[in-house]
C-alpha cells in the first residue's frame, strides 16, 4: 500500500484519489524503468488521515 496525504476536502479529494487511481499502470511502469525492476509490486494508494488529525489538534492546542 502506499499512503497519500490529500490536502484537498471534499471532491477534489476524492478526485485526487481517483486520479492516482487511475495512473497506478503508469507509475508502476515508470518506478520498474527507472529502478530497473523486473517485477514491481501491487500498488494501492490508500488515503493517510493521520496529518489531517494533527493539523486539527494543533488548531486546539492554539485556541486553548
Known amino acids: ?3 497519500v496525504t490529500v490536502l484537498q476536502e471534499g471532491e477534489q479529494g476524492n478526485e485526487a ?3 492516482l487511481a487511475r ?3 503508469f507509475i508502476r ?4 524503468r527507472r529502478l530497473k525492476l523486473r517485477y514491481v509490486p501491487e500498488l494501492t ?3 493517510d488521515p ?3 488529525r ?3 489538534a494543533s488548531r486546539r492546542e492554539v485556541r486553548a
Open 29 to 32: 511502469r515508470e518506478l520498474g
Open 45 to 47: 494508494f490508500v488515503r
Open 1 to 3: 500500500w502506499v499512503y
Open 50 to 52: 493521520s496529518v489531517r
Open 17 to 19: 484519489m481517483a486520479t
Open 23 to 25: 495512473a497506478t499502470g
Open 54 to 56: 494533527h493539523a486539527v
